[in-house]
């Protein structure tokens, strides 16, 4: 059987975007970035340097580097992954579902590769990937393609045979760029985002997940 299946990870089997913001607006507003919790939004989905430039571009800082302050966002971040984090709904079953399907399996995402690698470890994830990319130390991540490339590249199937799955409009963007179908789970706040309609399919959790979706019921580029 062709084919592959390449999951996100943050927002789509991790509720951890909670994590992100926090760990931002502790981080900058020491920095004395003025922003709101509620800004932190504005870069949901984002690479974590992508994210300290945009916001110093906003208000410089001295005395710490941008690369500094993005090492200090993850470990925050990873911390509050061990002591609180929690594998969203439906997670751990969509990748055995692709798994019982004799689909290879992967994982494309835009996070720090150390911080990857600790959370697929802690929720015991890390044995049922065939490949995992992250792209800390690609030139663009998401919406740029090249990571979802890289996972398909990686497990020796064409990117048009494999389906990605996200939870961000920026990593929608990245699929289907790649030439990818694309499942879009967004979290209830964004169900009705019109942006997610370049998406093959929309599902409102992990749960709904069928074969029928990973097998290619929605080749045909229709939205549903």
Known sequence: MS???IFDMDGLLLDSEDFWQQAEYEQFSALGVPLSPADTAKTLGWR???????WYEQSPWTGITQAEVADLIINRV????IQRGRLLPGAREAILLAKSLGLPVALATSSNHRMMLATLKHFGLLPL???TCSAEFLPLAKPHPQVYLN???ALGVAAVDCVALEDSVTGVIAA???RMRCIAVPDAQHQHDPRYAIADKILPNLLHLQAADLLGAFADGTSA
């Open 3 to 5: 084919g592959a299946v």
């Open 48 to 54: 974590c340097d992508y994210v300290v430039q945009y």
């Open 78 to 81: 990873i911390a509050l992954i």
């Open 129 to 131: 990937f065939d490949a």
């Open 151 to 153: 996972a398909a590249a």
């Open 176 to 178: 289907k760029s790649a």
